[in-house]
């Protein structure tokens, strides 16, 4: 079964650093600025997020926190995710 999201980012990502994994209940998303510019949220449209969109608030980092291991996931094991290359989602 095929499922398609459309969500407008802030700003510019690189889809060859950003990284997609699926699980049988969840998706997560590793997604790289491409500019390392602070973003004041994560979608274009201001508001209330999707409902369905959640942030992992152990990895959240504040404007002033940028140097502080800035894409670093700690203790995150992916290993049990399949890995899908974002180059292959449709735009």
């Not at 980092?61 to 290993?79: H, T, V």
């Amino acid at each position: 079964m095929q499922y398609e999201l459309d969500l407008e980012l802030f700003d510019a990502v690189s889809v060859e650093e950003s990284q997609a994994a699926v699980a049988p209940r969840a998706i997560c998303y590793l997604v790289k600025k491409a500019e390392g510019k602070w973003w004041p949220r994560l979608l274009k449209k201001e508001g209330r997020p999707p409902v369905f969109l959640k942030v992992d608030w152990d990895k959240w980092q504040d404007e002033d926190d940028e140097d502080a291991g800035f894409g670093d996931f700690g203790d995150m094991d992916f290993s049990v995710w399949a890995w899908y290359n974002l180059s292959s989602v449709t735009k």
